[in-house]
């Protein structure tokens, strides 16, 4: 007996997996450094080390997706239609891509931006812009 | 292959028919298809009028728009100059952004939306025609009236943006700021209503066999735009709300000693207010990747890339909201994420313009008309201003160029480039296909001309003047500070680009006379069916699409469309239809009836428009008496609605037969309402983040000193009230199903409104009386406007509970012709499931902090 095939809004998630997959990131990440700056003032190495625990995370499952369509691995999409598919698979495809290199610099600052980072003045000298805020 | 791609594969092969159809059939199509006269005009819903109206209002908000602009531009051209006092410039520039963002941009696009989908669709209209003469009346009346307090000294000051404490009570006591908040407000309400109409009718009304690999491009993009506006707009309507019940009723939500942040406008602003640039950008660039091809003579090169970058586009840019606000001592690790984000955009955007390079180098020599000077003035001047937007996207470079006039020049780049030239390449393009002329090419090209130069004469100055030191939003400066040259410049160039629009505006005015039969036709050689033959009623017969340019691949096409030999030739039931497709593939499913002329959305629109505009002069009387006629006005509008199978199936044409009504998720109702609840669901959940962020600033405070919560027994009694609300709602959907009485069906049905009325009264009044007060604290504030978002739903089904009440005991709701009831039950699970979520919100979270 044939599989049913996939609803309408589970083929568009599979199209959509890769932006999706960033845009919970984005609101991960973002709230990590946030509730970590609330409770203890900084985004210390708890915080950190959790953003980047997601963002491997994030990078892996992009590029399993993203591998996946492009190699022609559709889930339960029932009736063959080359060019619709032909158009999720490659469209799918690129948008894990963008999605992954995406969630890499997202996932960046972690790493690279200190948790005290220089002063304007010890940099430029003169007038510093306003200092960092809770949020 | 399910039953329906079976029937529609089986009717595929009798098409096209070339037998004689019968001589009546056209003259019925005519008929009921024929558009209102005289003074019944406004009633007209044809989406060819609606939308060509629509364009026009939005083209003179734009010269409006301008003129401001001009008198901006002449008190800068010197220093010291008296041309304009302070006020009246603080006026100027905020109505300037104000009405070019919401009353030209985002409606241009859209009314060009409504004005080419059907058509390029091969559908005989939207599925909502009223919906977009809704949006278009309520933005008409409610935009003149809006653009006359310029007039008055009444015009907000505060930027388009609008930020608080400047715009909130203590620093702006006028009605100023209201008109913004409560005419851009309503504004986006009229958005939506379109929003709504143009993602159910690119995903429902698409020619047979045009499955979304054949969509083109242009339809792409306005899903995608419409998708945007549902989730952008949501923050800065509930932007709105805060701001405005601050102002009203003091509560105090960017008020820093009271536990608020005006940071937290600036999030919601900004959360609507960045992804609106590519809101207004992504239709722009579906134009583009539908002239280009055309004007090249080739193909689009990566059409499945250029799909790829517009939904990209779309994601990334709800991820740049922060490099607005990188100057406002945001912790260095979050503006790192969104510096990221800034970056990352870019790169769908270049994939876009290397396609439109690439399929120009690999059509023929590109023709000189003037769709394709425009075509390639965007693609040099939005490159230009992406490379700025890189720059400014870098947060150390940011700190240095803010708020100076090399943002305004990187802006108006962006904004100039990626959309005004788009819109007037796409005008030029289309007009001939709602006129009797086209345009002048002779003209069209010193239109060109006069606005490329004007453009690069007034910005690109301004990015010196801008590295020179000269901040934004100053009336005036000194001389000899190094602006003066600079200035003088962007003025003469700002009149250069007025001499340009105000010669289109004469060619129009020479030019433009709107016709369907008689238009001047495809006089650039397009492929896609909006240039097939039409009438009021669009296509004559509705065919199957084989690709993307179905015009260059069949040239017969367009004399077998004519000749009524594909899909529903005629009006079978006599009323006005179009056929309803799957969203992907695009197999007929029914035969939609559409709704015709009427003055109901009229009287609708132009109430709602004057119950917001009374709010916002503080006349609570007519306010509330507009309010009651249009939301009467609405209800006598849906009445009309609804007809249920009252038709046979009907033969389409090639021996398929397509029913008249559909139930269920297939049905384009029950879509448009699962895109309503998206956008009340994202207004909820911007608002748990502004709860969540106010905890955030200031997390001692949350809750303030003393404050009671209620108890667990009032959670439970409220879920409980809300799950019987719930389970009684099951039981009279039940007792429908199963044709039980009026009285059976009744009793649950409205049982179950009381409980939810009990439920959120209930919870409010427990939270008042725990002594609580939205005035005192930000955290009041926030848990009142929770179930203030949870009254607004509530009102709202109660409304839909008795118009469906009064459909049953008229017998015009029954167990099959009940779409009403479904659409009011879709609506009233969710605000269940809303309340739910709020009050186990609200009532666990400081129990968790604290």
């Known amino acids: 007996m044939a599989r049913r095939s996939l609803p309408t809004l589970a083929k568009w998630a599979v199209l959509l997996g890769g932006p999706l997959i960033w845009s919970a990131h984005l609101g991960f990440v973002y709230a990590v450094a946030t509730v970590a700056i609330t409770l203890t003032g900084e985004a210390g190495l708890v915080s950190r ?76 000298g003169g007038t510093a812009p306003p200092g960092p805020r809770s949020r | 292959m399910t039953e329906e791609e079976a029937a529609f594969h089986a009717a595929a092969k009798n098409l096209p028919d070339p037998r004689p159809r019968p001589e009546e059939e056209l003259k019925i199509l005519e008929e009921v298809w024929r558009q ?108 003149l009236v809006f653009f006359t307090t310029i007039f008055f000294g009444a015009s907000p000051d505060g930027g388009w943006f609008m930020y608080p404490p400047l715009t909130s009570y203590v620093y702006s006591p006028g009605s100023n700021a209201d008109w913004w908040l409560l005419g851009i407000g309503f504004i986006e309400i009229s958005a939506i209503a379109g929003a709504i109409e143009i993602v159910v009718g690119v995903l429902k009304t698409r020619s047979p066999g045009m499955s979304l690999d054949k969509l083109p491009l242009f339809g792409w993009a306005m899903l995608v735009f419409a998708g945007m506006i549902i989730v952008g707009f949501p923050a800065i309507i509930l932007g709105t709300i805060l701001l405005e019940l601050e102002r009203a009723f003091h509560w105090p939500f960017f008020v820093a000693e009271k536990g608020g942040d005006p940071l937290l406008w600036q999030h919601l602003f900004w959360f609507f207010g960045h992804p609106e640039v590519y809101i207004i950008f992504i239709p722009a660039a579906g134009f583009m990747s539908m002239i280009v091809p055309v004007v090249a003579r080739a193909r689009l090169v990566g059409y499945r890339l250029v799909v790829a970058a517009l939904v990209a586009t779309g994601f990334i840019s709800f991820g740049l909201w922060v490099h607005h606000m990188f100057t406002t001592g945001l912790p260095p690790i979050s503006t790192g994420f969104f510096s990221a984000a800034s970056m990352a955009v870019s790169i769908p955007a270049g994939i876009q313009v290397f396609a439109w390079i690439a399929t120009i180098m690999a059509g023929e020599r590109a023709r000189w008309n003037v769709p394709t000077l425009f075509t390639v003035g965007f693609l040099i001047i939005f490159t230009m201003g992406g490379l700025t937007g890189v720059m400014v996207a870098m947060v150390p470079f940011d700190w240095q160029a803010h708020d100076t006039y090399f943002v305004v020049a990187h802006l108006h780049y962006v904004l100039i480039g990626g959309m005004v030239f788009p819109l007037f390449a796409a005008i030029y393009y289309w007009v001939p296909m709602v006129s009797r002329f086209a345009l002048s090419e002779r003209l069209g090209k010193w239109v060109f001309w006069l606005m490329f130069t004007g453009m690069h004469l007034t910005f690109l100055p301004m990015h010196w003047t801008g590295f020179a030191g000269m901040p934004r939003r100053v009336y005036t400066y000194l001389p000899n500070m190094g602006f003066d040259g600079f200035n003088l410049l962007s003025s003469i160039g700002a009149f250069t680009i007025g001499a340009g629009v105000a010669l289109f505006v004469f060619d129009m005015a020479r030019k433009f006379r709107m016709t369907q039969e008689e238009n001047a036709g495809n006089v650039y050689g397009g492929g896609t069916l909006e240039w097939l033959p039409n009438g009021s009623y669009a296509a004559r017969s509705i065919p199957i699409v084989k690709s993307r340019e179905p015009l260059w691949d069949n040239p017969e096409l367009g004399d077998q469309v004519e000749q009524g030999q594909w899909f529903l030739p005629g009006a079978p039931t006599h009323r006005r239809e179009t056929i309803v497709t799957s969203p992907l593939k695009a197999i007929p499913q029914y035969l939609v009836i559409i709704p015709g002329p009427s003055w109901w959305h009229v009287i609708a629109a132009a109430f709602t428009a004057a119950l917001f505009l009374s709010l916002t002069v503080k006349l609570t009387l007519p306010a509330a008496l507009f309010g009651v006629i249009a939301i009467g006005a609405m209800l006598r509008w849906a009445w009309e609605l609804d007809k249920g199978p009252d038709h046979e199936p009907v033969d389409v044409g090639g021996g398929l037969k397509l029913p008249v009504y559909m139930l269920g998720n297939r049905s384009h109702a029950i879509w448009a309402v699962w895109v309503l609840i998206v956008v009340i669901g994202m207004i909820f959940a911007c608002m748990v983040f502004s709860y969540l962020y106010l905890w955030s600033v200031q997390p001692d405070r949350w809750p303030p000193a003393g404050t009671t919560l209620p108890s ?135 129990r968790l902090v604290s």
């Open chain 2, 712 to 846: 667990p027994l009032h959670t439970g009694t409220t879920l409980l009230l809300l799950a019987a609300s719930g389970g009684l709602l099951t039981v009279a959907d039940w007792m429908l199903t199963r044709a039980r009485g009026k009285a059976i069906v009744l009793t649950p049905f409205l049982g179950a409104l009381m409980f939810l009325i009990l439920a959120i009264a209930g919870d409010i009044w427990q939270w008042s009386a725990t002594g609580l007060r939205p005035g005192e604290s930000s955290y009041g504030a926030s848990v009142f406007t929770l179930g203030f978002l949870n009254s607004l739903n509530l009102f709202t089904v109660a409304l839909m509970v008795l118009f469906v009440t009064a459909r049953l005991l008229v017998g015009r709701t029954d167990p099959v012709r009940r779409l009403s009831f479904d659409t009011t039950r879709l609506l009233w699970l969710y605000t269940i499931g809303q309340t739910a979520v709020s009050v186990v919100f609200a009532h666990g979270f400081p």
């Open chain 1, 49 to 124: 080390v959790l953003i980047g625990l997601a963002t491997l995370v994030c990078l892996a499952a992009t590029a399993w997706i993203g591998w996946s369509l492009w190699a022609g691995r559709l889930p339960r999409w029932e009736t063959p239609q080359r060019d619709l598919i032909g158009l999720w698979r490659k469209a799918g495809a690129l948008l894990c891509l963008l999605s992954f290199l995406a969630v890499l610099w997202q996932g960046l600052p972690a790493i690279l931006i200190p948790q005290q980072p220089a002063s304007h003045d010890d940099l430029f």
């Open chain 2, 36 to 143: 209102p006269t005289g003074w019944r005009l406004p009633t007209a819903v044809n989406n060819n009028i609606v939308g060509s109206a629509y364009v026009g209002a939005a083209l003179l908000f734009f010269v409006l728009a301008g003129c401001l602009a001009l008198l901006m531009r002449s008190q800068l051209a010197t220093p010291m100059a008296e041309i304009v006092g302070q006020e009246t410039y603080n006026q100027l520039f905020t109505m300037h952004g104000t009405v070019m963002m919401f009353l030209f941009a985002v409606p241009a696009v859209e009314a060009m939306g409504v004005l080419l989908l059907p058509q390029m669709l091969a559908a005989r209209d939207l599925p909502f025609p009223r919906l977009s003469a809704f949006a278009f009346w309520a933005y008409l009346v409610g935009g």
